[in-house]
């Protein structure tokens, strides 16, 4: 389709890793076939939490993975930034000057385990008293807590392939750990996944599996840029995931977890919410629907339903 736009290249601000510049090549192709008179220009941008190697708790890590390209959209060096929606500030925690202008289609938002190479395939059910689980996730610390109380989370950090090649060679300083099923795909390492983990109890992040282009709110040509590669069923579910985290004033580093489903033929929104106890406790959840036309009202909804039911104080929260 030809592109009604005449108008300056495109910058957009991404991570240098393997797995940011696969997706981000995805979507280049994508914006290239709808608008192929535009320029897109791909700039690499080293955010915080590539940088500094601690867990991401200690190193203020609510937006530990943009808040660099915040700063260069902002600023006006880039029009557009792209990130993985689970790595996003809560919409309560966000520059209300950056608004998300295109959602790709969800991938897969499992969680899988994966084993050092050579392993013999095992789940988390198999492994023995004491085996340490590499988790960069509070929620994944949780779960683990919660399900399999004998194995012992240990926080780690850096890119996927690094993780897995720290993993291989037995630096990484873990017998094992949790990955996202999407990204290994992403990096066409999916046969690394010796577990696919049930998502109905093994609950996936807020925003896992989805791929946003945001841009500055006073930016209507790379607003109307972006808007017609936006998938909306995507956009539905990730509004209300977004919402109910935004509630609850939940973040990448909150233990808890809301997933929503869609229905289009029901033409409804169903809105999973869990607040995990991070000492391994009695989780608090909530399932939360309605229509389609209104999912951000559906997880506000979700988000206080946990807090009327005390997610507060699992979440630290005085109220």
């Known amino acids: 389709m030809t592109s009604t736009f005449t108008t300056r290249p495109v910058r957009l601000g991404t991570r240098p890793s393997p797995m940011a510049m696969e997706q981000t090549a995805h979507f280049a192709e994508l914006f290239r076939s709808r608008h192929p008179g535009i320029c897109l220009e791909i700039v690499t941008i080293v955010s915080e939490g ?30 557009a930034t792209i990130s993985c929606a689970k790595d996003l500030p809560s919409p309560h925690d966000r520059a209300p000057d950056i ?72 630096t990484l300083g873990v017998d094992v750990m949790i990955a996202a099923l999407a990204g290994l795909r992403r990096l066409g390492l999916a046969e690394r996944a010796s577990q696919i983990l049930d998502p109905t109890q093994w609950l996936p992040a807020s925003g896992a599996g989805v791929i946003v282009i945001e841009h500055r709110s006073d930016d209507p040509t790379t607003a109307n840029m972006l808007a017609p590669l936006t998938h909306h069923p995507t956009r539905i579910v990730l509004d209300a995931e977004r919402a109910a985290l935004a509630t609850l004033h939940g973040d990448c580093l909150t233990a808890a977890s809301v997933h929503a489903v869609h229905d289009p033929a029901a033409e409804s929104v169903t809105v999973h919410a869990v607040v995990l106890d991070p000492a391994g406790g009695t989780p608090i959840r909530t399932i939360a629907s309605g229509p389609d036309t209104h999912p951000a009202r559906t997880g506000r909804r979700a988000g206080k339903q946990l807090l009327n039911a005390g997610a507060a104080a699992l979440l630290g929260n005085p109220s």
């Open 99 to 170: 608004t998300v202008g295109a959602v790709l289609p969800r991938e897969d938002a499992r969680d899988v385990l994966v084993l050092p190479s050579g392993h013999s395939p095992a789940t988390l059910a198999d492994l023995p008293p004491g085996t340490r689980v590499g988790t960069s996730a509070p929620r994944r610390a949780a779960l683990l807590r919660t399900l399999y109380p004998e194995l012992e989370p240990v926080a780690i950090r850096g890119n996927a392939d690094s993780r897995l090649s720290g993993l291989d060679s037995g």
């Open 50 to 79: 590539d940088r500094h190697r601690d867990p991401l708790s200690q190193t203020d890590g609510k937006g530990a993975f943009t808040r660099s390209a915040d700063t260069r959209l902002l600023d006006g060096r880039v029009e």
